[in-house]
T-cell receptor
């Protein structure tokens, strides 16, 4: 079975600062994918970034980067230069053979960006 | 705009009503999904369709009835719902569930916020 743990129910950050959202996972699959999604109050789940378990480099997408530490089974999301529009729920998810390739989501972290 | 649309965005219905949720994807994907998101609960997968065939029914009550006429459209027919069915219903699509690749990214629609009175 696969499991995603997000230990931070809520986080606050000042505008223009960087913030790290924690995600740890548990799986026995040799190959798996890790995803981060953003969900604003409007409800839409927006795909942000993907990291494959065999990728040698940490994934980056604009202001988003994924701090992937395979031995520690962590896949933290780093948002640089926070903007007010970054205020939202953030979900970590994974997909692998152990879940029959279904997405397993964490409970999410509510990020609030203060002006 | 992710290429996945859902209608209606909001729906209020009584327990005896029958209504349908619609999802359409313009991404050329072959797999489509229904998820339920209740307050303070993790996202729950309800149904999966892969190349129009239902491949997953996650023990969903029969008052929810999915339909996938083609790879671009997905419906969720609702009848005799309960108040605890009030939630955000999200549709998603991906290239193909059957590819069994960890990289298969799901793209979500904006959701339908359902309230059952």
């Amino acid at each position: 079975a696969q499991k995603i743990t997000q230990t931070q129910p809520g986080m606050f950050v000042q505008e223009k600062e960087a913030v790290t959202l924690d995600c740890t996972y548990d799986t026995s699959d040799p190959s798996y994918g890790l995803f981060w999604y953003k969900q604003p109050s409007s409800g839409e789940m927006i795909f942000l970034i993907y990291q494959g378990s065999y990728d040698q480099q940490n994934a980056t997408e604009g202001r988003y980067s994924l701090n992937f530490q395979k031995a520690r089974k962590s896949a933290n999301l780093v948002i640089s230069a926070s903007q007010l529009g970054d205020s939202a729920m953030y979900f970590c998810a994974m997909r692998g053979e152990g879940s029959n390739y279904k997405l397993t989501f964490g409970k999410g972290t509510l990020l609030t960006v203060n002006p | 705009e992710t290429g996945v649309t859902q209608t209606p965005r909001h729906l209020v219905m009584g327990m005896t009503n029958k209504k349908s949720l619609k999802c359409e994807q313009h991404l050329g994907h072959n797999a489509m999904y229904w998820y339920k998101q209740s307050a303070k609960k993790p996202l729950e997968l309800m149904f999966v369709y892969n190349f129009k065939e239902q491949t997953e029914n996650n023990s969903v009550p029969s008052r929810f009835s999915p339909e996938c006429p083609n790879s671009s459209h997905l419906f969720l027919h609702l009848h005799t719902l309960q108040p605890e069915d009030s939630a955000l219903y999200l549709c998603a699509s991906s290239q193909a569930m059957g590819m069994k690749r960890a990289t298969d990214t799901q793209y979500f629609g904006p959701g339908t916020r359902l309230t059952v009175l």
